[in-house]
């Protein structure tokens, strides 16, 4: 049975169930046939007596039967005996001898020879002490003919039972697992031409295969973020890191080419380590990214007051010649990773000192309005052009051509916006050239659900 599928095997089952469920239906009906026939039998032999009963008299000593009398009718024998009981009337059964005494009004089953009778005595009075006994005798039917018919019944209508229950089993199974089929289908098509965007038909209502199915999409749906986060992360990795290594590479070619004195030499492991310490600062932030995309890095969320977070960062910030100016508003608590919220207003504030006037200012301000809670971070820089605002969030994109050595990768704002929408909120940008720009935190106040 190792090689049968499962829809063989239920219908197998099935049949074998409608075999058994058949089996004890007709030894049900065997049963209850043989009890009717014995109750149908007792009251045949009841009403044969009790209608010949009255039939019988006593005129002048002598016995009087009246015509209607009926010695046998419907296979009732019907006997009349003396009070001492000599049998007066009737004729019994050939096999039937004597089976003792009466028993008034009881119907009972005796055995006489090898054949087994019901008999009923009723007794006729004709005054105190006179009268005569009247028997039935019958013999028990044989249920064998019944039974014969019944078998024959079931030998003509089993194997039309059992061919019409194999295909309507087969059917059901079939049926019913015809989800399980699409899962199987589109999974084969997933694993022949690699193609994860694919989905399961959902069928309608909420049974163990509409869950499966459900299962199976969210399941090809991580696996396909996780595919698109790998070549993401690969197609990033190999585009930002061949500038870096490209110096480097070139750095050893010239000092493995010309002489150098021991200050050029120094010049360039200076560079050299700028750029390893570059590519590592890449490769950690794109480790990142690909970690917030695949959501395995999980958030931990606390009820924290965000102004306390606030001022810790602003207390952790290197001397960059531009001036922090924090104002934030009492009390102001939301559900928020800690962690995540702390790299958010980090990048925004390294943003601002990268982008701001020299010996400029970095404005930022926490408070609330309506049901949204704003986190601010100003600067008094370069700001940016309309055409480039929208383009600021995506990854490795920079306004500035230039891309000095001290310009970063380009997925700091792409990281806050992806933290901004763990926590249910989103990012605003306002800035104009020459003005300086404005990124604005939104999140909802409450729990996040």
């Not at 360039?268 to 310490?277: C, D, L, S, T, Y």
């Not at 504030?349 to 701001?356: E, F």
């Not at 930022?364 to 309506?370: D, P, R, V």
Request: charged residues 25%.
């Amino acid at each position: 049975m190792k090689g049968v599928s499962i829809k063989v095997k239920i219908t197998l089952w099935y049949l074998l169930l409608m075999v058994a469920m058949m089996a004890m239906v007709l030894g049900f009906i065997l049963a209850v046939s043989s009890s009717v026939e014995a109750q149908t039998a007792m009251r045949q032999i009841s009403a044969t007596v009790r209608s010949n009963l009255s039939q019988i008299d006593m005129a002048d000593g002598k016995l009087q039967i009246g015509e209607d009398f009926q010695f046998y009718q419907n296979g009732v024998y019907t006997l009349v005996y003396s009070q001492n009981e000599t049998l007066l009337a009737g004729q019994p059964p050939v096999s039937f001898t004597e089976v003792g005494g009466f028993e008034n009004g009881e119907t009972r089953t005796v055995s006489a020879g090898n054949e087994d009778y019901y008999v009923m005595d009723l007794w006729r009075s004709f005054g105190w002490e006179n009268g005569v006994w009247v028997r039935g005798v019958m013999e028990v039917p044989e249920s064998t003919t019944l039974v014969e018919n019944l078998l024959l019944m079931v030998a003509v209508a089993m194997p039309v039972v059992i061919l019409f229950s194999t295909i309507g089993g087969y059917w059901i199974a079939r049926k019913a697992f015809r989800p399980l089929e699409e899962i199987i289908a589109t999974a084969d098509t997933i694993n022949d031409g690699a193609d994860l965007s694919a989905r399961v038909q959902v069928p309608a209502g909420n049974n163990e295969f509409t869950r499966l199915a459900r299962t199976f999409d969210q399941m090809f749906a991580r696996l396909e973020d996780s595919f698109e986060a790998e070549k993401q992360f690969t197609s990033d990795a190999s585009h930002e890191l061949r500038t870096p290594i490209s110096v480097i590479k070139g750095a050893c070619a010239y000092s493995l080419k010309y002489d150098e004195t021991m200050e050029e030499q120094r010049e360039n492991i200076v560079m050299i380590q700028r750029q390893a310490e570059k590519m590592a600062a890449m490769v950690s932030d794109l480790l990142h990214m690909t970690r917030l995309d695949q959501g395995t890095e999980r958030m931990h969320l606390e009820k924290a007051d965000l102004g306390e977070i606030l001022r810790e960062v602003c207390g952790e910030q290197p001397d960059t010649g531009r001036t922090l100016h924090l104002e934030a508003e009492e009390q102001v608590t939301a559900q928020v990773d800690r962690t995540l919220i702390s790299r958010l207003l980090q990048n925004l504030i390294t943003n601002a000192a990268k982008y701001g006037r020299p010996d400029g200012n970095i404005w930022i301000s926490l408070k609330t309005a309506g049901e949204e809670i704003l986190l601010s971070v100003k600067d008094d820089g370069i700001g940016i052009s309309p055409e480039h605002q929208e383009k600021v969030w995506q990854r490795f994109y920079q306004a500035d051509a230039s891309r000095s050595e001290d310009s970063g990768v380009g997925l700091g704002l792409s990281m806050v916006k992806k933290i901004a929408e763990l926590h249910g909120g989103y990012m605003t940008l306002e800035s104009a050239p020459g003005e300086g720009s404005t990124f604005t935190l939104h999140l909802p106040r409450g729990e996040k659900k």
